[in-house]
């Protein structure tokens, strides 16, 4: 069975501060999902990496694919409230069913 | 192009009831997968459907059932609805099988009572 892990389940941090979350697996994925979701809303897409080691960047947000595509992670550059919500990771390999992380919740404060 | 979209947004109902959910995909996306969201479990797929056809399921029982129409769309059925049914149901949709992404709807959250 493929599972995803992330850390930390929690953050709370202030605003323009920079953080990292992280999203692990033992097993390896042809490609890997970032998404944020708000309260009582579904997930949205925020990247897809595909090759390891690959680095995408979204404004403030960073995103990398480990080497050996087993990992992956994403780092904020001076959070802002709007970032607060639930990060998930998604791993996906052809012909089997995406599989999704618990989350980080993030909580940036003004 | 419009997203996709789900209906109703909320709904509540008592045990033992039925519920029917919909999922209309983004245009030329053919394939439609269901998630359950709870707090406790997070998020957990349900099924997926392409061309008509379920083509995988996951561990969950007989009670939830689908079904996708030649247009794409489609609905998610809960029969002899329990307490821990209530949960956010979120339909996704991709272009094909194989495709390597997804885009979520905004959720149904049922609440049975």
């Known amino acids: 069975t493929q599972l995803l892990e992330q850390s930390p389940q929690f953050l709370s941090i202030q605003e323009g501060e920079n953080l990292t979350v992280y999203c692990n697996s033992s097993?390896?994925?042809?490609?890997l999902q970032w998404y944020r979701q708000e309260p009582g809303e579904g997930p949205v897409l925020l990247v897809t990496?595909?090759?390891?080691?690959e680095v995408k960047k979204l404004k403030r947000l960073t995103f990398q694919f480990g080497d050996a595509r087993k990992d992956s992670s994403l780092h904020i550059t001076a959070a802002q409230p709007g970032d607060t919500g639930l990060y998930l990771c998604?791993?996906?390999?052809?012909?089997?069913?995406?599989?999704f992380g618990p989350g980080t919740r993030l909580s940036v404060l003004p | 192009k419009a997203g996709v979209t789900q209906t109703p947004r909320y709904l509540i109902k008592t045990r033992g009831q039925q519920v029917t959910l919909s999922c209309s995909p983004i245009?030329?996306?053919?394939?439609v997968s269901w998630y359950q969201q709870t707090p406790g479990q997070g998020l957990q797929f349900l099924f997926e459907?392409?061309?008509?056809?379920?083509?995988n399921k996951g561990n969950f029982p007989g009670r939830f059932s689908g079904r996708q129409f030649s247009n794409s769309r489609s609905e998610m059925n809960v029969s002899t609805l329990e307490l821990g049914d209530s949960a956010l149901y979120l339909c996704?949709?991709?272009?094909?099988?194989?495709?390597?992404?997804?885009?979520f709807g905004p959720g149904t959250r049922l609440t049975v009572l």
């Open positions: 996704a949709s991709r272009q094909n099988l194989g495709y390597n992404e997804q885009f």
């Open positions: 097993s390896v994925f042809s490609s």
């Open positions: 990496v595909v090759t390891g080691g």
């Open positions: 998604a791993g996906y390999n052809y012909g089997q069913n995406f599989v």
């Open positions: 245009s030329g996306h053919r394939s």
């Open positions: 459907y392409f061309s008509e056809t379920q083509r």
